[in-house]
């Protein structure tokens, strides 16, 4: 099983500012790699994929890159609707498929 | 529009059962590999199991497997998860989620259903 940790746990940023996650697969994963934001009470939503394509609609503030088994998410210039929960998701070995822990992204 | 709405919520003592189900519609179902993924109070997201398009493949998650079975009905844009043997470490928010591709993300998610274990 492929584990994924994401760092920092939480992340404290004031709004304009840049925003930076990482996320680390135990083992390679090529560009297979999600990245979902999540608020209270909501479902997640797909942000990235294949590492670093936007889904439909994902503002371009969103970036992501990586390979292998480092990959980071960008959020350029935080808006407030952007304090969520971030979570990578790896699609390479399956199953399962696994998600990290999770980034708490809130506002300083 | 790509929609999947969860169904089955409900509280149930260790031991119980419950059926959880997820319409879809907006999109070709039977093209589609699906799952469901759940999210205990408070926690992060755990894949629970995997359907294929024509429901010939099915995986599950080690903490589900022999008391969990996914099934689909392609004709009714409908899926389902049996939950026998519930204990209380499986009260979750149960999602449905559509898997894009061999290797694709899953791009569209149900709001969830909760389901709550309790004695």
């Known amino acids: 099983e492929i584990v994924m940790t994401q760092s920092p746990g939480t992340l404290s940023v004031s709004p304009g500012e840049r925003a930076t996650l990482s996320c680390r697969a135990s083992?390679?994963?090529?560009?297979?790699l999600a990245w979902y934001q999540q608020k209270p009470g909501q479902a997640p939503r797909l942000l990235i994929y294949?590492?670093?394509t936007r889904a439909t609609g994902v503002p371009a503030r969103f970036s992501g890159s990586g390979s292998g088994t480092e990959f980071t998410l960008t959020i350029s210039r935080l808006q407030s609707e952007d304090f969520a929960v971030y979570y990578c998701?790896?699609?390479?070995?399956?199953?399962?498929?696994?998600f990290g822990q999770g980034t708490k992204v809130e506002i300083k | 529009e790509v929609h999947l709405v969860e169904s089955g919520e409900g509280l149930i003592q260790p031991g119980g059962s419950l059926r959880l189900a997820c319409a879809a519609s907006?999109?070709?179902?039977?093209?589609?590999?699906m799952n469901w993924v759940r999210q205990a109070p408070g926690r992060g997201l755990e894949w629970v199991s995997y359907?294929?398009?024509?429901?010939?493949?099915?995986y599950y998650a080690d903490s589900v497997k022999g008391r969990f079975t996914i099934s689909r009905e392609n004709a009714k844009n409908s899926l389902f998860l049996q939950m026998n043997s519930l204990r209380d470490e499986d009260t979750a928010v149960y999602y449905c989620?559509?898997?894009?591709?061999?290797?694709?993300?899953?791009?569209?998610w149900g709001q969830g259903t909760l389901v709550t274990v309790s004695s």
């Open positions: 989620a559509r898997a894009n591709g061999w290797y694709g993300p899953f791009d569209y």
């Open positions: 907006g999109f070709s179902f039977s093209n589609y590999d």
């Open positions: 998701q790896q699609s390479n070995n399956w199953p399962p498929w696994t």
């Open positions: 294949d590492a670093s």
């Open positions: 083992q390679s994963i090529s560009n297979n």
């Open positions: 359907i294929s398009n024509s429901g010939k493949t099915i």
